[in-house]
């Protein structure tokens, strides 16, 4: 690029770092920061989320803290995104408490967390087992105003089915059936015409496991068919 005279911006820099963070050459990565200090221009936190990223993915969660310390002392504001990163990679090496740590942190100062930070949240204590607290934290997620989405209950479905909690799973498969959400989720993991709960893999869980359906189920369905329907005709 500098070879014809096209001089790269902080956007194609954050590109660049973005690539090579997500092939996991953090050093090269590294270099650019400081070659664009070298150009003048002035990283962002979408530079460093890039590189946050790629260390917490290759476990390297001692350099992601350190790092985003030094971000901070440089005075960039770490963002909502920035603090899901550091949450995800601490769950992935077992750092759960320290997760939740960070996570009430946020909470106390009055951070909007979104579906994607309390997902990550509730998968790290899904991945320990902890199913009371990830539980838990659904509801108080609903409470703060914040709609699971399918990737949520999916998570908090699948860990249950592996773990054998086929109670907590059907309880929760009630719920989002009742509401009338996620119904192709639901569909996942409930053989309607049998009334039969299924595994994550679509496989029969177990003979006396039965799924009885709350009232107007299959009325709600159809409706919600017909409302879809509707939505798309009167978007064309």
């Not at 997620?141 to 209950?153: E, F, Q, R, V």
């Not at 592996?162 to 639901?186: F, R, Y």
């Not at 009232?215 to 068919?225: A, H």
Request: aromatic share 6%; proline share 3%.
């Amino acid at each position: 690029m500098c070879c014809r005279n096209i001089i790269p911006n902080v956007v194609t820099y954050n590109s660049l770092i973005d690539g090579l963070g997500k092939l996991g050459r953090i050093s090269h990565a590294l270099k650019l920061v400081v070659e664009m200090h070298d150009r003048g221009l002035q990283p962002n936190i979408f530079t460093f989320n890039s590189i946050l990223d790629a260390l917490c993915k290759n476990h390297h969660v001692e350099k992601t803290i350190a790092l985003l310390k030094k971000v901070k002392d440089e005075g960039i504001q770490p963002d909502m995104n920035t603090y899901t990163i550091l949450i995800h990679g601490l769950c992935k090496v077992g750092r759960v408490e320290d997760a939740i740590n960070v996570f009430e942190d946020l909470l106390v100062k009055g951070y909007n967390l979104d579906v994607y930070t309390y997902t990550v949240m509730i998968q790290g204590f899904c991945d320990k087992g902890l199913f009371d607290e990830a539980l838990a934290l659904l509801s108080k997620m609903k409470d703060n105003s914040c709609i699971p989405n399918a990737a949520t209950y999916g998570i908090i479905i699948r860990s249950l089915f592996n773990k054998g909690e086929n109670d907590k799973a059907q309880k929760l498969l009630h719920e989002i059936i009742a509401k009338g959400v996620h119904e192709k989720l639901a569909s996942s993991y409930w053989d309607s015409s049998s009334n039969v709960l299924l595994g994550g893999d679509g496989e029969q869980k177990d003979d006396s496991v039965v799924v009885n359906p709350p009232p107007n189920y299959s009325v709600s369905v159809e409706r919600r068919k017909h409302n879809r329907c509707s939505a798309c005709l009167f978007e064309i």
